[in-house]
Protein backbone atom coordinates (compact mmCIF):
# COMPACT_ATOMS: atom_id res chain seq x y z
CA UNK A 1 0.00 0.00 0.00
CA UNK A 2 1.52 3.34 -1.05
CA UNK A 3 1.01 6.40 0.50
CA UNK A 4 2.36 9.99 -0.53
CA UNK A 5 4.61 11.19 2.30
CA UNK A 6 5.78 14.61 2.89
CA UNK A 7 9.48 15.39 3.41
CA UNK A 8 9.40 14.35 6.82
CA UNK A 9 7.35 10.92 7.01
CA UNK A 10 3.50 12.47 7.24
CA UNK A 11 1.27 11.32 4.85
CA UNK A 12 0.03 14.38 2.88
CA UNK A 13 -3.11 12.66 1.04
CA UNK A 14 -5.55 10.41 2.48
CA UNK A 15 -7.43 7.90 0.55
CA UNK A 16 -9.54 4.88 0.70
CA UNK A 17 -7.42 1.51 -0.51
CA UNK A 18 -9.58 -1.32 0.97
CA UNK A 19 -11.90 -3.76 -0.73
CA UNK A 20 -14.58 -3.29 -2.93
CA UNK A 21 -16.58 -5.32 -0.65
CA UNK A 22 -15.84 -4.08 2.39
CA UNK A 23 -18.75 -2.27 4.81
CA UNK A 24 -15.88 -0.86 6.97
CA UNK A 25 -12.47 0.04 6.74
CA UNK A 26 -9.69 2.31 8.55
CA UNK A 27 -6.78 3.69 7.05
CA UNK A 28 -3.73 2.27 8.34
CA UNK A 29 -1.95 5.24 9.46
CA UNK A 30 -3.55 7.44 12.41
CA UNK A 31 -0.37 10.54 12.46
CA UNK A 32 -1.87 13.36 10.44
CA UNK A 33 -1.00 17.00 10.18
CA UNK A 34 -2.87 19.79 9.44
CA UNK A 35 -3.06 20.41 6.29
CA UNK A 36 -3.48 16.89 4.72
CA UNK A 37 -5.74 16.45 1.62
CA UNK A 38 -8.45 13.66 2.44
CA UNK A 39 -9.90 12.43 -0.61
CA UNK A 40 -13.65 10.95 -0.21
CA UNK A 41 -15.16 8.71 -3.16
CA UNK A 42 -18.52 8.19 -4.07
CA UNK A 43 -20.84 6.36 -1.81
CA UNK A 44 -18.49 6.61 0.96
CA UNK A 45 -18.01 8.87 3.55
CA UNK A 46 -15.19 9.36 6.11
CA UNK A 47 -15.12 9.42 9.61
CA UNK A 48 -12.55 10.76 11.86
CA UNK A 49 -12.44 8.14 15.31
CA UNK A 50 -10.09 9.46 18.73
CA UNK A 51 -9.94 7.72 21.90
CA UNK A 52 -13.15 5.10 21.17
CA UNK A 53 -15.33 7.90 20.03
CA UNK A 54 -16.59 9.43 16.30
CA UNK A 55 -16.03 12.38 15.70
CA UNK A 56 -16.31 14.69 12.38
CA UNK A 57 -17.67 13.17 9.01
CA UNK A 58 -17.00 14.05 5.42
CA UNK A 59 -18.94 13.30 2.73
CA UNK A 60 -17.60 12.61 -1.16
CA UNK A 61 -14.99 15.12 -2.46
CA UNK A 62 -11.55 16.25 -1.24
CA UNK A 63 -11.08 17.35 1.77
CA UNK A 64 -8.26 19.86 3.41
CA UNK A 65 -7.70 19.35 6.90
CA UNK A 66 -8.18 22.41 8.91
CA UNK A 67 -8.82 23.30 12.46
CA UNK A 68 -12.43 24.53 11.30
CA UNK A 69 -12.70 21.42 9.25
CA UNK A 70 -12.20 19.46 11.97
CA UNK A 71 -15.21 21.20 14.96
CA UNK A 72 -15.39 18.25 16.69
CA UNK A 73 -12.03 17.12 17.23
CA UNK A 74 -10.84 20.96 17.95
CA UNK A 75 -13.79 21.09 20.51
CA UNK A 76 -12.83 17.72 22.40
CA UNK A 77 -8.91 17.36 21.73
CA UNK A 78 -6.56 20.90 20.97
CA UNK A 79 -5.07 20.78 17.49
CA UNK A 80 -1.89 22.07 17.09
CA UNK A 81 -2.03 25.63 15.39
CA UNK A 82 0.92 25.24 13.76
CA UNK A 83 0.60 23.32 10.47
CA UNK A 84 3.91 21.57 10.99
CA UNK A 85 2.37 19.90 14.13
CA UNK A 86 1.28 16.30 13.35
CA UNK A 87 -2.23 15.73 15.47
CA UNK A 88 -3.30 12.01 16.01
CA UNK A 89 -6.66 10.39 15.21
CA UNK A 90 -7.91 7.17 13.32
CA UNK A 91 -10.06 7.55 10.15
CA UNK A 92 -12.29 4.89 8.68
CA UNK A 93 -13.97 4.74 5.47
CA UNK A 94 -17.71 3.84 5.34
CA UNK A 95 -18.88 2.48 2.04
CA UNK A 96 -22.77 3.30 1.70
CA UNK A 97 -23.40 1.38 -1.72
CA UNK A 98 -25.96 -1.33 -1.29
CA UNK A 99 -24.35 -4.62 -0.79
CA UNK A 100 -26.26 -7.29 -3.19
CA UNK A 101 -27.24 -10.95 -2.86
CA UNK A 102 -25.95 -11.69 0.68
CA UNK A 103 -27.20 -15.50 1.46
CA UNK A 104 -29.15 -16.70 4.62
CA UNK A 105 -31.27 -19.45 5.77
CA UNK A 106 -32.72 -21.13 8.59
CA UNK A 107 -30.07 -23.26 11.00
CA UNK A 108 -32.92 -25.68 11.97
CA UNK A 109 -36.34 -26.47 11.47
CA UNK A 110 -39.23 -24.10 12.37
CA UNK A 111 -42.16 -25.59 13.76
CA UNK A 112 -45.38 -24.45 13.64
CA UNK A 113 -48.88 -25.16 13.01
CA UNK A 114 -50.69 -25.37 9.97
CA UNK A 115 -53.58 -22.66 10.14
CA UNK A 116 -56.00 -24.56 8.05
CA UNK A 117 -55.99 -28.01 8.90
CA UNK A 118 -54.41 -27.95 12.22
CA UNK A 119 -51.44 -30.43 11.94
CA UNK A 120 -48.20 -29.76 13.53
CA UNK A 121 -45.07 -29.35 10.96
CA UNK A 122 -41.72 -28.18 10.60
CA UNK A 123 -40.39 -25.99 7.63
CA UNK A 124 -37.05 -24.58 6.72
CA UNK A 125 -36.63 -21.53 4.64
CA UNK A 126 -33.64 -20.10 2.51
CA UNK A 127 -32.76 -16.77 0.66
CA UNK A 128 -30.85 -13.70 0.03
CA UNK A 129 -31.31 -9.95 1.23
CA UNK A 130 -29.50 -6.54 -0.35
CA UNK A 131 -28.02 -4.47 2.79
CA UNK A 132 -26.33 -0.73 3.36
CA UNK A 133 -24.88 1.19 6.02
CA UNK A 134 -27.68 4.26 6.86
CA UNK A 135 -25.57 5.59 9.73
CA UNK A 136 -21.63 4.90 9.69
CA UNK A 137 -21.42 6.79 13.13
CA UNK A 138 -23.68 4.29 14.93
CA UNK A 139 -22.20 0.99 13.21
CA UNK A 140 -18.68 2.24 13.99
CA UNK A 141 -19.94 2.95 17.68
CA UNK A 142 -21.59 -0.15 18.75
CA UNK A 143 -19.84 -2.75 16.34
CA UNK A 144 -16.19 -1.98 14.89
CA UNK A 145 -14.71 -0.61 17.99
CA UNK A 146 -11.09 -0.74 17.13
CA UNK A 147 -11.23 -3.58 14.35
CA UNK A 148 -9.06 -2.63 11.04
CA UNK A 149 -12.57 -3.39 9.00
CA UNK A 150 -14.60 -6.03 8.16
CA UNK A 151 -17.35 -7.00 5.00
CA UNK A 152 -20.95 -8.46 4.92
CA UNK A 153 -19.38 -11.76 5.63
CA UNK A 154 -18.00 -10.50 9.29
CA UNK A 155 -21.33 -9.38 9.77
CA UNK A 156 -23.81 -12.08 8.62
CA UNK A 157 -21.31 -15.08 8.91
CA UNK A 158 -20.46 -16.19 5.05
CA UNK A 159 -17.35 -18.18 4.43
CA UNK A 160 -17.34 -19.81 7.77
CA UNK A 161 -17.35 -16.42 9.52
CA UNK A 162 -19.50 -16.83 12.94
CA UNK A 163 -20.83 -13.17 11.63
CA UNK A 164 -22.08 -10.27 14.64
CA UNK A 165 -25.48 -10.02 13.09
CA UNK A 166 -26.75 -13.62 11.60
CA UNK A 167 -28.24 -14.87 14.76
CA UNK A 168 -30.35 -11.46 15.19
CA UNK A 169 -31.78 -12.09 11.17
CA UNK A 170 -32.29 -16.05 11.69
CA UNK A 171 -34.31 -15.54 14.73
CA UNK A 172 -36.37 -12.62 13.43
CA UNK A 173 -37.36 -15.08 10.33
CA UNK A 174 -38.21 -18.02 12.22
CA UNK A 175 -40.60 -16.18 14.88
CA UNK A 176 -41.22 -14.28 12.25
CA UNK A 177 -42.30 -16.76 9.32
CA UNK A 178 -44.25 -18.42 11.92
CA UNK A 179 -46.35 -15.97 13.32
CA UNK A 180 -47.12 -14.69 9.51
CA UNK A 181 -48.12 -17.74 8.60
CA UNK A 182 -50.38 -18.06 11.67
CA UNK A 183 -51.81 -14.72 11.08
CA UNK A 184 -52.24 -14.50 8.01
CA UNK A 185 -54.10 -18.17 7.68
CA UNK A 186 -51.46 -18.69 4.89
CA UNK A 187 -52.22 -22.78 4.22
CA UNK A 188 -48.57 -24.24 4.05
CA UNK A 189 -49.16 -25.90 0.60
CA UNK A 190 -49.76 -22.86 -1.31
CA UNK A 191 -47.23 -20.85 0.44
CA UNK A 192 -45.08 -20.60 -2.42
CA UNK A 193 -47.61 -17.97 -3.78
CA UNK A 194 -47.57 -15.87 -0.46
CA UNK A 195 -43.30 -15.19 -0.87
CA UNK A 196 -43.62 -12.18 -1.64
CA UNK A 197 -46.10 -10.76 1.29
CA UNK A 198 -43.49 -13.20 3.78
CA UNK A 199 -40.88 -11.29 2.14
CA UNK A 200 -41.71 -8.23 2.96
CA UNK A 201 -43.25 -8.97 6.95
CA UNK A 202 -40.09 -10.32 7.41
CA UNK A 203 -38.17 -7.63 6.10
CA UNK A 204 -39.78 -4.99 7.97
CA UNK A 205 -39.38 -7.19 11.64
CA UNK A 206 -35.65 -7.30 10.63
CA UNK A 207 -34.99 -3.65 9.95
CA UNK A 208 -36.20 -2.91 13.37
CA UNK A 209 -33.72 -5.00 15.12
CA UNK A 210 -31.00 -3.66 13.14
CA UNK A 211 -31.92 0.09 12.79
CA UNK A 212 -30.09 0.40 16.13
CA UNK A 213 -26.85 -0.38 14.54
CA UNK A 214 -26.80 1.66 11.39
CA UNK A 215 -27.74 -1.17 9.18
CA UNK A 216 -30.99 -1.34 6.85
CA UNK A 217 -31.97 -4.07 4.38
CA UNK A 218 -33.51 -2.75 1.49
CA UNK A 219 -34.66 -6.13 0.00
CA UNK A 220 -35.45 -9.47 1.21
CA UNK A 221 -36.16 -12.00 -0.93
CA UNK A 222 -37.28 -15.85 0.55
CA UNK A 223 -36.23 -18.15 -2.74
CA UNK A 224 -37.35 -21.31 -0.94
CA UNK A 225 -39.79 -22.94 1.64
CA UNK A 226 -38.52 -26.60 2.87
CA UNK A 227 -41.54 -28.66 3.39
CA UNK A 228 -41.03 -31.86 5.15
CA UNK A 229 -41.51 -34.34 2.28
CA UNK A 230 -41.17 -37.41 4.55
CA UNK A 231 -43.62 -36.27 7.71
CA UNK A 232 -46.40 -38.26 8.10
CA UNK A 233 -48.43 -35.32 8.81
CA UNK A 234 -47.62 -33.67 5.91
CA UNK A 235 -48.24 -36.31 3.38
CA UNK A 236 -51.62 -36.55 5.09
CA UNK A 237 -52.20 -32.76 5.03
CA UNK A 238 -51.59 -33.33 1.06
CA UNK A 239 -53.84 -35.96 0.81
CA UNK A 240 -57.14 -34.07 1.91
CA UNK A 241 -55.72 -30.95 0.10
CA UNK A 242 -56.11 -33.11 -2.93
CA UNK A 243 -59.76 -34.42 -1.75
CA UNK A 244 -60.96 -31.07 -1.01
CA UNK A 245 -59.81 -29.45 -4.44
CA UNK A 246 -61.24 -32.46 -6.56
CA UNK A 247 -64.40 -31.95 -4.68
CA UNK A 248 -64.08 -27.71 -4.76
CA UNK A 249 -64.08 -28.63 -8.98
CA UNK A 250 -66.19 -31.23 -9.24
CA UNK A 251 -69.07 -28.94 -7.65
CA UNK A 252 -67.86 -25.80 -9.71
CA UNK A 253 -67.88 -28.36 -12.87
CA UNK A 254 -71.53 -29.13 -12.32
CA UNK A 255 -72.46 -25.09 -10.90
CA UNK A 256 -71.70 -24.30 -14.31
CA UNK A 257 -73.15 -27.33 -16.45
CA UNK A 258 -76.63 -26.10 -14.32
CA UNK A 259 -76.07 -22.23 -15.24
CA UNK A 260 -75.40 -23.43 -19.37
CA UNK A 261 -78.28 -25.82 -19.22
CA UNK A 262 -80.61 -23.08 -17.82
CA UNK A 263 -79.00 -20.45 -20.03
CA UNK A 264 -79.83 -22.82 -22.65
CA UNK A 265 -82.84 -23.18 -21.86
CA UNK A 266 -83.74 -19.52 -21.92
CA UNK A 267 -82.28 -19.39 -24.98
CA UNK A 268 -85.03 -22.05 -26.86
CA UNK A 269 -87.65 -20.16 -25.21
CA UNK A 270 -86.65 -16.99 -26.33
CA UNK A 271 -86.36 -18.86 -29.20
CA UNK A 272 -90.04 -20.17 -29.63
CA UNK A 273 -91.57 -16.89 -28.75
CA UNK A 274 -89.67 -14.86 -31.26
CA UNK A 275 -90.74 -17.72 -33.66
CA UNK A 276 -94.39 -17.65 -32.52
CA UNK A 277 -94.44 -14.01 -32.67
CA UNK A 278 -92.90 -14.36 -36.54
CA UNK A 279 -95.96 -16.75 -37.36
CA UNK A 280 -98.41 -14.78 -35.86
CA UNK A 281 -97.01 -11.38 -38.18
CA UNK A 282 -96.69 -14.40 -41.17
CA UNK A 283 -101.01 -15.70 -40.51
CA UNK A 284 -101.51 -11.97 -40.20
CA UNK A 285 -99.72 -10.64 -43.30
CA UNK A 286 -101.23 -13.62 -44.74
CA UNK A 287 -105.29 -12.96 -43.73
CA UNK A 288 -104.39 -9.46 -45.10
CA UNK A 289 -103.36 -10.08 -48.42
CA UNK A 290 -106.40 -12.84 -48.73
CA UNK A 291 -109.03 -10.45 -47.46
CA UNK A 292 -107.42 -7.60 -50.03
CA UNK A 293 -107.84 -10.20 -52.72
CA UNK A 294 -111.22 -11.29 -52.02
CA UNK A 295 -111.90 -7.40 -52.22
CA UNK A 296 -110.02 -7.44 -55.08
CA UNK A 297 -112.26 -10.31 -56.68
CA UNK A 298 -115.71 -8.75 -54.91
CA UNK A 299 -115.05 -5.53 -56.87
CA UNK A 300 -113.99 -6.95 -60.16
CA UNK A 301 -117.32 -9.32 -60.21
CA UNK A 302 -119.41 -5.64 -58.99
CA UNK A 303 -120.93 -6.35 -55.43
CA UNK A 304 -119.41 -5.67 -52.06
CA UNK A 305 -118.68 -7.62 -49.10
CA UNK A 306 -122.07 -6.80 -47.47
CA UNK A 307 -124.00 -8.65 -50.32
CA UNK A 308 -121.39 -11.50 -50.47
CA UNK A 309 -122.25 -11.83 -46.82
CA UNK A 310 -125.76 -11.53 -47.45
CA UNK A 311 -125.53 -14.11 -49.80
CA UNK A 312 -123.24 -16.83 -47.98
CA UNK A 313 -126.10 -16.22 -45.36
CA UNK A 314 -128.93 -17.26 -47.24
CA UNK A 315 -126.94 -19.91 -49.04
CA UNK A 316 -126.29 -21.14 -45.61
CA UNK A 317 -130.08 -21.11 -44.05
CA UNK A 318 -131.31 -22.85 -46.70
CA UNK A 319 -129.34 -25.47 -46.52
CA UNK A 320 -130.04 -25.83 -43.06
CA UNK A 321 -133.61 -25.22 -43.26
CA UNK A 322 -134.34 -27.81 -45.91
CA UNK A 323 -131.32 -30.36 -45.46
CA UNK A 324 -131.28 -30.52 -41.52
CA UNK A 325 -133.83 -32.51 -40.52
CA UNK A 326 -134.25 -36.97 -40.16
CA UNK A 327 -136.04 -38.90 -42.35
CA UNK A 328 -138.94 -38.51 -40.39
CA UNK A 329 -139.28 -35.02 -40.81
CA UNK A 330 -142.48 -33.61 -43.62
CA UNK A 331 -141.52 -31.71 -46.40
CA UNK A 332 -144.05 -29.64 -45.09
CA UNK A 333 -142.42 -28.88 -41.63
CA UNK A 334 -139.14 -27.76 -43.91
CA UNK A 335 -140.96 -25.50 -45.61
CA UNK A 336 -142.50 -23.83 -42.21
CA UNK A 337 -138.78 -23.88 -40.96
CA UNK A 338 -137.88 -22.38 -44.00
CA UNK A 339 -140.32 -19.78 -43.74
CA UNK A 340 -139.48 -18.88 -40.30
CA UNK A 341 -135.68 -19.25 -40.77
CA UNK A 342 -136.09 -16.54 -43.63
CA UNK A 343 -138.37 -14.36 -42.21
CA UNK A 344 -135.88 -13.66 -39.32
CA UNK A 345 -133.11 -13.62 -41.69
CA UNK A 346 -134.80 -11.22 -43.64
CA UNK A 347 -135.36 -9.14 -40.71
CA UNK A 348 -132.01 -9.07 -39.31
CA UNK A 349 -129.76 -8.93 -42.74
CA UNK A 350 -131.83 -6.37 -44.50
CA UNK A 351 -129.31 -6.39 -47.24
CA UNK A 352 -130.27 -9.55 -48.74
CA UNK A 353 -133.24 -8.68 -49.09
CA UNK A 354 -133.36 -7.85 -52.59
CA UNK A 355 -131.52 -11.40 -53.51
CA UNK A 356 -134.08 -13.65 -51.71
CA UNK A 357 -136.87 -11.44 -51.96
CA UNK A 358 -138.76 -14.14 -54.40
CA UNK A 359 -138.13 -17.15 -52.37
CA UNK A 360 -139.41 -15.19 -49.03
CA UNK A 361 -142.49 -14.19 -50.63
CA UNK A 362 -142.97 -17.97 -51.54
CA UNK A 363 -141.92 -19.08 -48.47
CA UNK A 364 -144.60 -16.42 -46.30
CA UNK A 365 -147.26 -17.46 -48.55
CA UNK A 366 -146.28 -21.53 -48.00
CA UNK A 367 -146.04 -20.56 -43.65
CA UNK A 368 -149.25 -18.94 -43.57
CA UNK A 369 -151.16 -21.78 -45.72
CA UNK A 370 -149.78 -24.30 -42.86
CA UNK A 371 -150.91 -21.81 -40.27
CA UNK A 372 -154.15 -22.25 -41.89
CA UNK A 373 -154.23 -26.12 -41.97
CA UNK A 374 -153.37 -26.23 -38.41
CA UNK A 375 -155.93 -23.49 -37.26
CA UNK A 376 -158.91 -25.78 -39.05
CA UNK A 377 -157.94 -29.03 -37.13
CA UNK A 378 -158.74 -29.55 -33.33
CA UNK A 379 -158.21 -32.12 -30.61
CA UNK A 380 -161.51 -33.83 -29.02
CA UNK A 381 -161.95 -34.78 -25.17
CA UNK A 382 -161.94 -38.24 -25.89
CA UNK A 383 -158.23 -38.45 -26.92
CA UNK A 384 -158.49 -38.11 -31.07
CA UNK A 385 -156.07 -35.40 -32.16
CA UNK A 386 -156.58 -33.80 -35.45
CA UNK A 387 -160.03 -33.59 -36.25
CA UNK A 388 -160.83 -31.56 -39.32
CA UNK A 389 -164.62 -31.65 -39.57
CA UNK A 390 -167.19 -29.77 -36.85
CA UNK A 391 -167.58 -33.77 -35.17
CA UNK A 392 -165.13 -35.74 -33.58
CA UNK A 393 -164.48 -38.97 -35.98
CA UNK A 394 -164.11 -40.83 -32.76
CA UNK A 395 -166.85 -40.22 -30.43
CA UNK A 396 -168.77 -38.02 -32.82
CA UNK A 397 -168.36 -34.97 -30.21
CA UNK A 398 -169.20 -31.82 -32.01
CA UNK A 399 -166.40 -28.97 -31.94
CA UNK A 400 -166.81 -26.65 -28.95
CA UNK A 401 -166.35 -23.64 -30.95
CA UNK A 402 -169.27 -25.10 -33.13
CA UNK A 403 -171.69 -25.62 -30.58
CA UNK A 404 -173.49 -22.77 -30.02
CA UNK A 405 -173.94 -22.20 -33.82
Given at each position: ?K????????????????D??AL??????????????????E????VF??????????????????????P???????L?SDA??T???????I?L??Q??IK?GT??R?????P??GL????????????????????LL?????S????PG?LF?E??????FR???I????TG????I?????H?????S???????L?Q?KIN????????E?T?????RI??????????R?????AK?????R??E??R?????????????A?TQA????I?A???????????A????E???????Y??????????E??????G??????SL??D???????L???????N????????????S?Q?G???A???????????????NT????????????D????
Amino acid sequence: MKQKLTQNGLVSIIKYDGDNDALVWKHPIEDFKLGTQLIVHESQEAVFFKDGRAFDVFGAGRHTLETQKLPLLDQFFRLPSDADKTFHSEIYYINLATQMGIKWGTDSRIRLLDPVSGLPLEIGACGEFNLRVCNGRKLLLKVVGTSSGFGPGSLFGEDGAKGYFRSIVITQVKTGLAETIKQENIHILEIDSELLKLSALLQEKINGALEAYGLEITDFFITRILTPEEDPNYRRLKEQYAKQYLLVREEEIRRREAEAAAERKAVEAQTQARLKIIEAQGNAEALKLHAAAEAAEMQMKGYTYQQETARLVGMEAMKNGLGSGDGGSSLLGDIAGLGVGLGAMGGVMNMAKDALSPLTEQSMQTGQSMANILKASWDCTCGQLGNTGNFCSNCGKKREDQRDE
